[in-house]
């Protein structure tokens, strides 16, 4: 198991955005187009999950979510997603310290999380603030946790 971050131009970066278009997840192709197009900060980056030579899973850490900006916190860990074949085996752990390890390198304390799942992030030493609506005018739940070890 291997976990790559990425800007574009990344070897992996094609693979990883033909596993977004295809999963699942409703999200997964809206980060498809959104790694097509390029529309992210120099700094923000896309983590990959691969298992046996095969991209495996994904997710972001990026200045914004789906949280209004009038809150004022950055970045968030966000479109955390493993494919079904590999999911048990704590990839989205291992994706989330890597960006988690990145965001320290870059100087935040801490990282946020939009979620509707309950009791996951949880387990990974997230600490959940509230429930805020969204952007898209949904509920989910706004989660944080320290950068530090």
Request: avoid cysteine; hydrophobic fraction near 55%; aromatic fraction near 0%.
């Given at each position: 198991m291997e976990i790559y971050s990425m800007a574009q131009g990344h070897k992996y970066w094609d693979?990883?955005?033909?596993?977004?278009?295809?999963c699942s997840w409703r999200a997964g192709p809206y980060l498809a187009q959104k790694m097509k197009s390029n529309d992210f900060a120099p700094w923000e980056r896309v983590f990959a999950a691969r298992v046996n030579g095969k991209a495996a899973g994904f997710c972001t850490l990026t200045e914004k979510d789906e949280l209004p900006e009038e809150h004022g916190v950055s970045p968030f860990i966000g479109f955390v997603f493993v494919d079904k074949p590999y999911r048990g085996h704590r990839l989205s752990e291992r994706m989330?310290?890597?960006?988690?390890?990145y965001a320290r390198e870059l100087g935040y304390e801490k990282v946020y999380l939009m979620s509707g799942e309950t009791g996951l992030y949880e387990k990974y030493g997230f600490k959940k603030l509230g429930d805020y609506q969204t952007v898209f005018g949904s509920v989910d739940q706004l989660f944080v946790k320290p950068t530090q070890l």
């Open positions: 693979e990883t955005i033909a596993l977004a278009a295809k989330i310290q890597s960006a988690i390890s």
